[in-house]
């Protein structure tokens, strides 16, 4: 079993960065590949990035590559995504998952754990 919770959302203006932190519970945080995923109101549950167990593999959606940075410190069992040059259609619940597909699990379905999510909101 995996517990997860995230933190560091919030309401920024467009252009602006955020770092999001997903905290793991449990000895076995580094044998999960880690994802993030997003939903805003009225549409489903997007992919944005995936890290491998150590790290050395990451995943991006099309949408945020370039502007996003998935890491992973596995001494901390914490996953972080920094966020740079937001926009207002990053709006959305961001949540972190656990899989245990080793590299590039974009689909919602191959991962068994999630976090409760948390709110980021980007104005324009």
């Known amino acids: 079993q995996v517990q997860l919770v995230e933190s560091g959302g919030g309401s920024v203006q467009a252009g602006g960065s955020l770092r999001l932190s997903c905290v793991a519970s449990?000895?076995?945080?580094?044998?999960?590949?880690m994802g993030w995923f997003r939903q805003a109101p009225g549409k489903e549950r997007e992919f944005v990035a995936t890290?491998?167990?150590?790290?050395?593999?990451?995943y991006y959606a099309d949408s945020v590559k370039g502007r996003f940075t998935v890491s992973r410190d596995n001494a901390k069992n914490t996953v972080y995504l920094q966020m740079n040059s937001l926009k207002p259609e990053d709006t959305a619940v961001y949540s972190c998952a656990a899989t245990a597909v080793d590299y590039y699990a974009a689909e919602p379905d191959q991962y068994a754990y999630w976090g409760q999510g948390t709110q980021v909101t980007v104005s324009s």
């Open positions: 890290i491998n167990w150590s790290g050395g593999i990451t």
């Open positions: 449990g000895r076995t945080f580094s044998s999960y590949a």
